[in-house]
Structure formats: C-alpha cells, structure tokens
C-alpha cells in the first residue's frame, strides 16, 4: 500500500464513521479545470499523463462541512484543488490560479495564503480524530505536527505562463541554477509552516513535477 492509499483509506473511515459518503478523487486534470461561470472552462493541465489525486474542494465541501456545524453561515473552508502524497511521503498541496498574479491584486495573493492555513488545519483535524487508525500513523507525526509540517509538506501554485510572464521569467532563471521560485508574498508559509512553497507556469510543472511524480 502506498502512503497515498494510506491517507486516502483514512479519509474515507473519517467520512464513513460521520455518515458520509464522499467522492474524493479526481484526476490532476480536472482538478486543474476553471469554471468562471460563463460555461467557458478550461483547464490549466492538459497533460498527457493522468495523475490521480483528492480533490480538496469536494473533501471540504461534500464532507468536511458536514462534519461540523453545516449551520453556520461561514460555509465550507476555501480549499486548494489539489493533494497527494509521493513513495518518499512528501506531502502536497497544488493550487492552481487560471489569473494574473503579479497585478495588484491583494484579494488573489490573500486568498492564496488563506488556502493554505486553512487546509492544513483541516487535515489536521481530520487526521487527530483518526489517530488510532494503524495506517496514518505509518506516515504522519502525532507527536509533532509542526515539524513534520516543515520537513514533509509542500505547497505549489501553478498559473498560465502567458497571463503571468514576470513568474515565467523567474521559474526559468531559477531554474537555470537548480532553484525553485517563491513568490515573494508566498515566503511566509516557507519560512513559518511548510517545508517548501513555490510556485511553477503549466509547461514547468507537467515537466518537473506530474511527469517524475512516483507514489
């Protein structure tokens, strides 16, 4: 069983033992798929290789605010689209932002930032109510979630190259030396609660990250 399966089964028995019954995984496609409304979707992947993944919007959605007081009027957390977990249990969020990034728009970097606390509290909370399930213990720290936080957990923001070309030209100058780029509003969740935060156009990531992923 992979760590992937291992979180994934814990998920489940967490919507189970609530009653629920949550259809939690998509494909890295569809999870990157924008719908402004208009009818007109598009998604920001359009990769050859199909990755499975848990798509966070239908876990805080269709389970997780469920588990809660589905009352309230703050409704479901703003979730990331994406997660999973690779064969060396590196942990991953993937957001993905069919939007120009670099413009003035606080609303867009805020919403950015928001998404990842909130996320991570949320697992969290799904995560210590199945503590005693065997399988999570295998690849997540009760003990210390802080620093497992820092050493496995890693957030990616994936935008189009052409609506974003200051961040195309710094993913590919950092690449050029072996670096990722991080945004400059992004540092904080780098410096204070993930392991690493950076951020990839749609070209980059397919080429460094869904084509190498391993489960």
Known sequence: MTNFERFADTFKDYFDNHGLRVDFFTDMRQASRNDDGSGAARCIYIGKRKLDVIDMDAVAKEGYYYTKDA??????????????????????????????????????KDNIIKKAYSNWYMILDILFESKDAQGIRKIFDFENPVHFAKQHVHYILVCPWAKNPQIFEQVRNHEKIGERYTPPFMCRLKDYLFKDVYAYTEDVFERKFVNVFEY
């Open 71 to 108: 009352s309230s009027d703050s409704g479901p957390i703003n979730s990331v689209d994406a997660f999973l977990i690779n064969y060396s249990n590196e942990w991953f969020f993937i957001e993905f932002k069919d939007t120009k990034i670099n413009a003035d728009k606080s609303k867009t």
